[in-house]
């Protein structure tokens, strides 16, 4: 793990802090890797002991405080201070001077639960259970987990049990698909896990089966957001957008069925914008958003329910899943910017109730090369988080798939380009949309066969914008009638449809910014129709509404 740290930059010290009764010699002080020592001292009571105190203290012939320095490690109350405000404890530690420590609070296990896809679903679409399991003891661990569903009318029905078996300090995800043909009406998926110490967790999550003729709810459920949309001028608009704007776009969002959100790009290093976020780890000299686009958005998204991915964003490095393949150094770096980006963001926004999962903002059509050289060793490395949280990836309009590449592949969700929005066919934009749509029903269906017993989830990117060429660029809001048609297609294939992007193409009337100009108001207030008649037909709003 160290290895991989020092890949950031190789100056930033590692720092552990051990349990209460270490056992430390100085063959394993001069063994180590790690830079800081930070000690626990609640067996001592005070922090005041001396470097000397601490090695005598712990009575066992281990260590002292020569030890320590001989080793060239270092222990000190600046570093004792930092975990004691980790646990919310306001105390000033100086040395010489002491205070009463507390014992640890962090517990030694932990749980979550994700279903995917996290919006309602056909009764066509098997959903997946995920469970994680996180050991933070030294010690290999055997947890029991029990997996059941209750209906509307409460009945109670146990769907899977299982041992959990989970190594020290690692983390087990445990995944159960249940067919949905028979859960019509509003369920409850409910966990429950025990294990040593009378350690027990439970969760639940909310599930939504609808009845209905095509495989995928007919409606966009989630959406894309591009936070470059709240850059003053990137789009036609009234007045530069605020931080009001933003959590009033999303509300709109929510009314018309989108609980689902997908944050394109966290930054736009690559186009010498900056970043979305208050970074500590990246210079953001001149940032383009006077407010954080990110946080924002989670923020809202909490408030309202909704699920969010968070993008990783490209970095310096904007094709490198293109023509990086092969280039051991660019993947190394993009690597190591996408650990520190993912890394920051979960420091940052990693409580908030509405981190869903990551989407690698990385695109591509050579699937399987691009996942042996970027995709499966950062979804890897995304999963030392919260294992169950899914990785999302939106393959290009000609993807290379293959049963081994899906098989091969680490990522969880793809959500394929339709690709419309430049009339793209095989490896030509004609700008001329009609020629892809007429395309779009042999596509999914053949996305859909590579799918099949594949084990990963298909989603349908549905793009709502329009160029006119010749070159690619200056996009615009379409007509509604070209939408309608991609979804009623699409709607055929896939289990969740989402729709890129909503930022200055979908814009609700009630918004001072327009953003996007009169045609993206007009594509709302469309949408907003088609959604109302789509909801009464399946019974989710009262049909007298109007």
């Avoid at 998926?189 to 639940?204: A, L, M, V």
């Avoid at 009314?255 to 944050?263: C, D, P």
């Avoid at 210079?283 to 958005?297: K, L, M, S």
């Amino acid at each position: 793990m160290i290895e991989i740290l020092r890949q950031f930059e190789a100056d930033k010290p590692v720092m552990i802090s051990p349990a209460g009764t270490p056992i430390i010699s100085p063959q394993v002080l001069a063994d180590s890797e790690v830079d800081v020592l930070a000690l626990w001292l609640d067996n001592f009571g005070k922090l005041g002991a001396s470097t000397s105190e601490i090695g005598d203290a712990n009575n066992d012939g281990h260590t002292n405080g020569a030890d320590f320095l001989a080793s060239g490690r270092r222990i000190g109350a600046q570093f004792l201070t930092a975990i004691l405000v980790a646990t919310s404890i306001a105390t000033a530690c100086f040395a010489g001077e002491g205070a009463d420590l507390p014992s640890e609070t962090t517990p030694g296990y932990a749980s979550s639960m994700t279903l995917v896809p996290p919006v309602k679903v056909s009764s066509k679409v098997e959903v997946e259970i995920r469970v994680a399991v996180r050991n933070h003891t030294t010690k290999d661990a055997r947890f029991e987990l029990v997996l059941s569903t209750r209906a509307a009318d409460g009945r109670e029905r146990p769907l899977f049990g299982s041992p959990v078996e989970v190594a020290k300090l690692g983390q087990q995800v445990i995944s159960h698909r249940l067919p949905t043909n028979d859960l019509i009406g509003n369920n409850t998926i409910r966990y429950q896990i025990t294990g040593p110490d009378r350690f027990k967790d439970t969760g639940s999550w909310p599930l939504q089966v609808v009845d209905c003729q095509s495989r995928a709810v007919p409606t966009v459920q989630i959406g894309w957001i591009d936070p470059g949309a709240m850059v003053p001028n990137a789009y036609p608009q009234r007045r530069p957008p605020t931080e009001q704007d933003l959590r009033d776009a999303i509300d709109a969002y929510l009314a018309v069925g989108i609980t689902g959100l997908i944050i394109t790009y966290p930054e736009s290093i690559y186009s010498g914008r900056g970043l979305y976020y208050p970074s500590q780890v990246f210079r953001n000299d001149g940032a383009p958003v006077a407010f954080d686009v990110v946080g924002t958005i989670l923020n809202q998204a909490s408030k309202n329910g909704q699920h969010v991915f968070v993008g990783l964003g490209r970095g310096p490095d904007l094709l490198l899943t293109w023509t990086g393949f092969d280039d051991a150094g660019r993947n190394r770096a993009a690597l190591a910017h996408s650990m520190k980006t993912a890394t920051e963001l979960w420091a940052l926004y990693g409580e908030e109730p509405s981190f869903y999962g990551w989407y690698l903002t990385h695109e591509t059509n050579d699937i399987a090369r691009a996942s042996k050289a970027y995709y499966n060793p950062i979804t890897e490395f995304l999963r030392t988080f919260e294992a169950d949280k899914p990785v999302l990836i939106s393959p290009a309009g000609t993807p290379i798939l293959s049963p081994a590449a899906l098989a091969e592949s680490k990522v969880d969700i793809f959500a394929y380009q339709d690709a419309v929005g430049s009339g793209y066919v095989p490896y030509e934009n004609t700008f001329k949309p009609e020629r892809r749509i007429d395309m779009l029903p042999e596509v999914f269906a053949r996305y859909a066969r590579r799918h099949r017993d594949s084990g990963k989830h298909l989603w349908a990117n549905l793009e709502i914008w329009q160029m006119d060429g010749p070159e690619y660029g200056k996009s615009y809001p379409p007509e509604f009638q070209r939408v309608q048609l991609q979804l009623e297609i699409e709607q055929q294939h896939v289990d969740v449809i989402t729709a890129y992007t909503l930022s200055g193409f979908m814009e609700p009337p009630t918004s001072g910014v327009e953003l996007g100009g009169p045609k993206a108001v007009h594509l709302y207030e469309a949408y907003q129709d088609y959604y109302r008649d789509r909801a009464k037909e399946m019974g989710w709003v009262s049909k007298s509404l109007p």
